[in-house]
Every structure is written in C-alpha cells, then in structure tokens.
C-alpha cells in the first residue's frame, strides 16, 4: 500500500502539470469551432465561407466580406457586435468563449 501511495505521488504531479499545459490551448480561440457554430447558427441569413455556403439576406453580409475589411474584422469591434444585441440579428446570447471562437472563425478567412 505504502509502494503504491508513493509511486502515485509522482504521477499525480505529472498529471497536474499535464492539466496546466492543457489549459492554455483550451482557453485559446477554436477557430474550427466557431466554423461548427457558424455553420449551425449563421448561414440562415450569412453566407459563412467562400466556397459560398449558407444563405445571403438582403443585409447581411458575407463572413469573407467581413474578413477582408481590416476595420470590420477587427477583433475586439467583432467581439463588441457578438456580445450585444442587434435589431436585424437575433439576440443568441453567446457566451464569451463560444464568441471568441466564432470572430476566430471569422477572421481566419481574411488576409491576417
Ligand atoms: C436572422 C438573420 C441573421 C442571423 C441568423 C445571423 N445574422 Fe449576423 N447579421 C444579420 C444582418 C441583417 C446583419 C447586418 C446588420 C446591419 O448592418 O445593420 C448582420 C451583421 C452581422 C455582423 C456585422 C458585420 C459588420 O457590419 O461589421 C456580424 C459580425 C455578424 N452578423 C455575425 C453573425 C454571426 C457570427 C452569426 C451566427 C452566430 C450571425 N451573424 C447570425 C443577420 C443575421
């Protein structure tokens, strides 16, 4: 018992340390997660990726269109536009990593 208490110390710290090093990628926005989410929620109205999937509305704009405007696609005015509310948008109440990971989606179709 003790042997066994003793040898799983160790590993226990290995495992803690494993954990942290993991914890950095997850919090880091998951482009292809929000590539998922925007397939699901988006193309209603947006036409989401440039081989045109999804559906264009009147207003919308396209999600390539937004990527190719430096000032559009800026990322703190993208996370500005998903965290509120908007009258011709309804209001999806994203969380904030599910957002993160959809202007990561976004902005991967730009030039940056
Ligand atoms: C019901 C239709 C609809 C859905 C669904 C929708 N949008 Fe929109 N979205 C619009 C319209 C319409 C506009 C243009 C509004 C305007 O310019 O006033 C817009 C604008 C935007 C803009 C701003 C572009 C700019 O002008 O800078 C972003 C970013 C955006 N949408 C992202 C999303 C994302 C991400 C989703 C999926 C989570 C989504 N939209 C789902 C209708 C929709």
């Known amino acids: ?4 208490s003793i040898r ?12 942290m090093a993991q914890a950095a990628p997850a919090i880091a926005a998951d482009a292809e997660h929000g590539h998922q989410l925007a397939k699901q929620w988006c193309t209603s109205c947006h036409v ?5 999937s999804g559906t264009t509305i009147d207003t919308a704009p396209s999600f390539p269109s937004i990527a190719a405007d430096p000032q559009r696609s800026d990322e703190k005015r993208l996370t500005a536009w998903l965290s509120t509310s908007h009258p011709t948008m309804p209001n999806f109440s994203l969380a904030r990593d599910t957002i993160a990971d959809l202007v990561a989606y976004i902005r991967s179709l730009g030039p940056r």
């Open 1 to 4: 018992m003790r042997l066994a």
């Open 8 to 19: 799983f110390l160790p590993s226990a710290a290995v495992a803690a340390a494993l954990c």
């Open 48 to 52: 989401i990726d440039k081989a045109g």
